[in-house]
């Protein structure tokens, strides 16, 4: 008998029934087979084309042969794996159906119908990989079903990005094609079933999918050395399973810990300033703040704008190098103000970097705290100005229910401000992910002047939307005609952070305003390891001409930086509710550089050209980083990095957790 998907797992003397079920013997033409045969073998065709696609998509070099090789013996495995539990509800219903309805034609031609569905779907979903893949270079994971709830934006992201009519009517002709060519020489078992053939169906139903779940697992995935032949090896609608099981991670119980009281040790001797206290203690807002004026300040700031602009790698910036001429005014506000210049973003989507722009807090594991229950009036920086005199906004080009972010900065004491307040008539130009970056600018200066109107100092954080896929902008603005791909994007983003400066040059608060331009994380991750650290290094600018003189600052630094920082240059209190530190802070130039890149599992700690790697499962992995490259090579874990970022994440963890998060603020008010 031919070895099956089915009895992969299972040996085979015991198979006899479910065999027949899946290949009957040939008859003198045509062999006949059983629909769940049908199904596994278009599967498993599917599957490989699929995986070969999306090799096509890894730039030549990155995987060696062995690697290749293994990704496939892998991916086989996971293949089957899937089939598992694809096949246990056919076996199920091919067991229910009375036998005198196996032969009629009515329900030979529902076969048919539903196995041309069957294959339908698995070419749709083999796109589907093949878009994510392109996105973030790896199997369907948390983002994915992210990505199902907010079915309008991504819907109208792949509408607005790719020919998606003829791409279905592609999918019905190939399903159509395939089965028509198939059918001279498939035929449906349609042999009447045995009582004790209904028994073992029913039987195998249930053992294939339990024997997967005992057997394989998504962990297995990993190993190979190289991140693109992890994610090859991958199955999609497995790793999708699994991704909806591991959606959240408890970093105590997947995590490898230390004892509270030597955490808390370890960071206050790097001098984090971060201030450990019960949850509802309404006394801490340590340290005081700093009086002396950071250099190169010539005077406080009364307003701050912090501008997080989407997919802002650093490469595409002419101050990092490149040379395409892409960002011509964030160049020249690079050069008139302060620019850092080793600043690297904490993870791999937006939710991410409004995380660390608004708690300053190394990522926790799993979901982001703004798509967490339970994350109102945390001590934001928004909730802290607010309490402090400021009128504290969140600006978004989009619907701000994606991602939760309406409600995440709304209950944090932010006023929110996202597409459906701008007024129509002076919106230019939208797409499905929100308004062109022009247009929120233009409804800024209109919610800055209002403030300024009731005579309070304002702090505003503007998330930006047009440097993104499908990269479409208003005609006639830069050089590059929309849609410009990802280039034409920046430049056309560049260009409304141009004009948004120019306008604001001429109101009467703009000598008091800093403006701190930034990125909510890089344009891509893909990478031979799972955080490659360049691809993590964002660009931030600090820009007030009135304020500040030039400078170029290369110590490196981490997002969670930017909240600490803009308190101390303001002069206010609060710096120890943030696990991050002031770049003024004179203290932080005795204390190593360090930051945090990570992805929704793997947590990383970057520090003496040094990436250390916390896993699942109390794994630690360590890589060397080139520093002027920022190439990794493997290495051996060092002692004292690990117990640092174990301290840094765990405390991040505990603290959410335990509410020692929650504003001090909130607690006096209550």
């Not at 990704?71 to 694809?86: E, N, P, R, S, Y």
């Not at 094609?177 to 059918?183: C, E, F, G, H, V």
């Not at 995440?408 to 932010?414: I, K, L, P, V």
């Not at 896929?469 to 006639?476: H, I, L, S």
């Amino acid at each position: 008998m031919p070895a099956t998907p089915e009895n992969a797992l299972i040996p085979a003397a015991f198979l006899r029934p479910v065999a027949a079920e899946i290949a009957a013997a040939p008859s003198r033409r045509h062999r006949r087979i059983g629909f769940s045969g049908l199904l596994a073998l278009g599967a498993l065709a599917v599957w490989l084309v699929l995986r070969v696609a999306l090799l096509a998509h890894v730039d030549a070099g990155e995987l060696d042969v062995k690697a290749l090789l293994l990704a496939f013996a892998k991916g086989a495995w996971f293949d089957i794996a899937t089939l598992c539990f694809l096949v246990s509800p056919l076996l199920l219903l091919s067991a229910a159906l009375p036998n005198r309805f196996r032969a009629r034609r009515t329900v030979h031609a529902l076969r048919w119908a539903a196995l041309w569905i069957a294959l339908a779907a698995l070419l749709f979903g083999a796109l589907a990989e093949i878009t994510f893949w392109r996105e973030f270079s790896t199997r369907f994971n948390f983002i994915a079903i992210d990505y199902l709830i907010y079915t309008t934006e991504v819907i109208g992201n792949i509408r607005e990005s790719y020919p998606v009519g003829a791409l279905l009517a592609g999918i019905a002709v190939l399903a159509t094609l395939t089965l028509w060519l198939a059918r001279r020489h498939l035929r449906f078992d349609d042999a009447p079933h045995s009582g004790r053939r209904r028994a073992a169906l029913m039987s195998f139903a249930l053992l294939l999918p339990l024997s997967s779940a005992k057997l394989a697992d998504v962990g297995q995935m990993e190993g190979s050395g190289n991140a693109y032949a992890d994610e090859l090896s991958g199955n999609g609608l497995f790793s999708l399973a699994a991704a909806m099981r591991r959606n959240e991670l408890d970093y105590d119980r997947f995590y490898r810990t230390l004892p509270a009281e030597r955490a808390d040790a370890v960071l206050a001797g790097l001098g984090t300033g971060f201030a450990p206290r019960p949850a509802h203690d309404a006394s801490a807002h340590a340290p005081a703040p700093l009086t002396t004026l950071p250099a190169p300040f010539l005077r406080r700031p009364k307003n701050i704008v912090l501008i997080s602009v989407e997919s802002l790698s650093a490469e595409f910036l002419g101050v990092h190098g490149n040379a395409k001429g892409l960002t011509p005014n964030l160049d020249r506000l690079a050069a008139e103000g302060m620019m850092f210049d080793r600043v690297f973003a904490t993870g791999t989507r937006t939710v991410r970097g409004l995380e660390a722009l608004s708690i300053g807090t190394p990522p926790i594991p799993g979901q982001a705290v703004v798509r967490r229950p339970g994350n109102e009036h945390l001590a934001t920086l928004g909730e802290q100005l607010a309490h402090q005199g400021f009128t504290s906004l969140f600006l978004y080009g989009g619907y701000g229910y994606f991602d939760n972010m309406n409600d995440y900065f709304g209950a944090n004491d932010y006023k929110v401000v996202d597409r459906t307040d701008l007024p129509a008539g002076e919106i230019v130009f939208e797409n499905v992910w929100g308004v062109a970056d022009e247009s929120l600018f233009g409804g800024a200066l209109r919610a800055f002047d209002g403030a300024a109107r009731d005579h309070k100092p304002f702090f505003a954080h503007i998330m930006t939307t047009s440097n993104h896929r499908p990269f479409t902008y208003p005609d006639g603005r830069i050089d590059i005609p929309s849609p410009g791909g990802r280039d034409g994007a920046v430049k056309y983003t560049d260009y409304a952070i141009g004009r948004f400066i120019e306008e604001a040059r001429a109101k009467p608060w703009f000598d008091d305003t800093l403006f701190v331009i930034t990125a909510d994380h890089c344009a891509s991750v893909a990478g031979k390891t799972r955080l490659p650290v360049a691809k993590y290094h964002i660009p931030l600018i600090l820009y007030g001409p009135a304020l500040l003189r030039h400078d170029v600052n290369a110590r490196m630094a981490s997002q969670i930086d930017i909240p600490p920082t803009l308190l101390h240059v303001l002069g206010l209190k609060g710096r120890g509710d943030f696990l991050g530190a002031s770049l003024f802070d004179p203290a932080a130039a005795a204390r190593p550089e360090r930051a945090f890149v990570s992805n929704y599992q793997a947590l990383g700690y970057y520090k003496n050209d040094m990436l250390t790697v916390l896993l699942p499962r109390r794994k630690v992995e360590a890589w060397h980083v080139a520093h002027d490259t920022l190439e990794v090579t493997p290495a051996e874990p060092d002692a004292q990095l690990v117990e640092e970022a174990v301290a840094y994440y765990q405390s991040a963890a505990r603290a959410l957790k335990q509410g020692r998060l929650h504003s001090a603020y909130h607690e006096v008010e209550k």
